[in-house]
């Protein structure tokens, strides 16, 4: 006769209506199976950071030793230093970043109010043609995009790197902006267009702001798109235009660890910060409309 599992037991259940339920033993057994996998996400997430932090304060750190054998803050003296290439490439990316977003605005607000309010017969097409460039593989795409800006004139330019940023860009900037133009209420402008405001004003005094919390997310995930995006920066820039990331990876085949360790985390910060600022702005009936 098949016996009943107890309630202590852990059982995976499983049916077409509810999917898969994970059933933990209760009591001090269950407790602790909870603790360790908690444990164990925590190791999985916080490890790499906790390694990156250590290199970061280490000023002497060799095998076989596991922790460092002198820690100091020499490397951030160095890398904060008016004069260093980390700080001169800090500004180059914040600057790249900064003209990114202005350039994929330029773009993505016009069209993202002309998709979302606007009756287009092909307006399926355009939305996945801003998706195309996340089709490809970006070794190949940036190798071309090289071979053709170096004819123009444009590889080791600041406005070759902004163009390519920007092709990246655009996914993000048109997709959220079409999201955000799509939850203003159609009848706020109604109303103004009646009390005889011009399609102008009805814009930057109506739809604008309703659609501007979408339009500043977008703006920060471009941000931080441009600000991390190395693959395009190495084909298009290199060697004239030497941005963090770059100054990252260089240091990382030099096996100065501890130089990209801070540039990573001083990458991480502008990540973190932002992401804050987006979960605030990012409505879920906003997210719910992205490819409407």
Request: with cysteine.
């Amino acid at each position: 006769m098949m016996q009943t599992a107890s309630h202590e037991d852990s059982v995976i259940e499983g049916s077409a209506g509810k999917g898969f339920q994970l059933r933990f033993p209760a009591g001090i057994a269950g407790v602790a199976i909870q603790a360790l996998l908690i444990l164990l996400l925590a190791v999985a997430i916080f490890g790499p950071l906790l390694n990156l932090l250590l290199w970061a304060v280490a000023e002497v750190w060799y095998f076989p030793h596991k922790l460092p054998v002198t820690y100091g803050t020499k490397y951030w003296e160095q890398v904060f230093s008016p004069t260093s290439d980390a700080f001169s490439s800090l500004m180059t990316s914040v600057i790249i970043a900064l003209t990114t977003v202005f350039v994929c605005l330029l773009v993505s607000v016009p069209a993202g109010y002309a998709l979302a309010r606007r009756s287009m017969p092909v307006r399926a097409l355009v939305m996945l043609l801003f998706l195309m460039p996340q089709a490809f593989p970006n070794l190949a795409v940036y190798m071309n995009i090289a071979r053709l800006f170096y004819e123009l004139g444009l590889n080791g330019t600041i406005a070759g790197v902004v163009l390519v940023h920007a092709v990246h860009g655009l996914v993000f900037s048109v997709w959220i902006t079409v999201a955000a133009f799509s939850g203003v209420d159609e009848d706020l402008e109604k109303a103004a267009r009646n009390l005889g405001a011009s399609p102008l004003r009805t814009f930057f005094t109506i739809t604008l702001p309703q659609a501007l919390p979408g339009i500043l997310a977008a703006s920060i995930f471009v941000f931080l798109e441009s600000l991390d995006e190395f693959t395009g920066t190495f084909f298009v820039g290199a060697p004239d235009v030497i941005t963090l990331p770059m100054l990252l990876y260089n240091a990382s085949m030099e096996g100065n660890y501890q130089i990209a360790s801070i540039t990573a985390l001083i990458l991480l910060v502008p990540s973190i910060l932002f992401m804050l600022v987006v979960e605030k702005f990012m409505r879920p009936e906003m997210l719910a409309r992205i490819g409407k």
